[in-house]
């Protein structure tokens, strides 16, 4: 059974604090890992896929790195309109389903 | 692109009456997926679709619990009877069958009293 497990559950930042959120997963064959931004009342966005240890991605203020066993998302001179709860799944084998974990809530005060 | 729609945003409901959820996925996607997030149990699958066809309904909490996908362009996911402890809010996800990403929608927040 795939299993995922994101730390911390909440982290806060000043603004322009940069920061690392970790996402460790046991899978049978991964097959893709999704980092998804969730804000109060709506529902997840995707971000990022990254589908092989020592790929990287970014995306504005964010980078997300994998290896075998976890993933970073790089939060680099956040700003308050970064806060919202990270999400981090995995899919495996031929599955098309995702297993979440239960995120870190990032807050980044002025 | 519109994105994924779901209907109703919220709904309150008494123990024991029927609820039906609707969604409507990203045209073009093949896969559509139901869940529902708690604080205690975070983001659950409850069942997914392929063209249209049920694939895992492992999910389903119970047989008070179904879902349907009559065409590509519509599901629902129905609750009867309705239970306080079906409170969660429901997301619908599509998405294509490849890349695997998926797409929610912006959920449905239900509250049994």
């Known amino acids: 059974e795939d299993q995922v497990t994101q730390s911390p559950e909440a982290l806060r930042l000043q603004e322009g604090e940069s920061s690392s959120l970790n996402c460790s997963y046991t899978?049978?064959?991964?097959?893709?890992l999704f980092w998804y931004r969730q804000d109060p009342g709506k529902g997840p966005e995707f971000l990022f896929t990254?589908?092989?240890a020592g790929e990287e991605k970014e995306k504005e203020r964010l980078k997300a790195t994998l290896t075998k066993k976890e993933s970073f998302l790089h939060i680099t001179a956040p700003k308050p309109e970064d806060s919202a709860t990270y999400l981090c799944a995995v899919r495996s084998g031929s599955a098309r389903q995702l297993t979440f974990g239960s995120g870190t809530q990032l807050t980044v005060l002025p | 692109d519109a994105g994924v729609i779901q209907s109703p945003r919220h709904e309150v409901t008494e123990m024991g009456q029927e609820v039906t959820l609707r969604c409507k996925p990203i045209s073009g996607h093949d896969y559509l997926f139901w869940y529902r997030q708690t604080m205690m149990r975070g983001l659950e699958l409850l069942i997914y679709f392929n063209n249209n066809v049920p694939i895992d309904d492992s999910g389903m909490p119970e047989d008070r619990f179904s879902a349907k996908m009559p065409n590509a362009s519509f599901s629902t996911l129905k609750i009867q009877p309705s239970e306080p402890r079906d409170s969660a809010v429901y997301f619908c996800a599509s998405s294509r069958d490849y890349p695997y990403e998926q797409y929610f929608g912006p959920g449905t927040r239900l509250t049994v009293t």
């Open positions: 990254l589908y092989s």
């Open positions: 899978v049978s064959g991964l097959r893709g």
